[in-house]
Nanobody, 122 residues
Framework: QVQLVESGGGLVQAGGSLRLSCAASGRSVSTYAMGWFRQAPGLEREFVARIRWSGTMIDYADSAKGRFTISRDNAKSTVYLQMNSLKPEDTAVYYC???????????????WGQGTQVTVSS
């Protein structure tokens, strides 16, 4: 069992920055890859970025490339999502998730956090 707790969401103006954190705990956390997803009202949950705890794999959705950076602190079992140059269309609930394998599909992930709201005003 893996527990994930997100934090760091909030209200920010367009062009601003936020850093989301995902604290992971439980058995064999380091054997999972970690992903960030987001879901806006009325839309499906979409992939944002993913990373292995080893740091050997980092992957971004096209919408995140050049603006978002995923990173991890193994000592703290925490994954981060640094979001810069935020746009109103980035407004969504952001979720952290863990997966044994490798996938961009939300349906394949095994564990989820409760989500944190990010609102970008124009």
């Amino acid at each position: 069992q893996v527990q994930l707790v997100e934090s760091g969401g909030g209200l920010v103006q367009a062009g601003g920055s936020l850093r989301l954190s995902c604290a992971a705990s439980g058995r064999s956390v380091s054997t999972y890859a970690m992903g960030w997803f987001r879901q806006a009202p009325g839309l499906e949950r979409e992939f944002v970025a993913r990373i292995r705890w080893s740091g050997t794999m980092i992957d971004y959705a096209d919408s995140a490339k050049g603006r978002f950076t995923i990173s991890r602190d193994n000592a703290k079992s925490t994954v981060y999502l640094q979001m810069n140059s935020l746009k109103p269309e980035d407004t969504a609930v952001y979720y952290c998730a863990a997966i044994r394998g490798l996938s961009r599909s939300a349906a394949d992930y095994d564990y989820w956090g409760q989500g944190t709201q990010v609102t970008v005003s124009s």
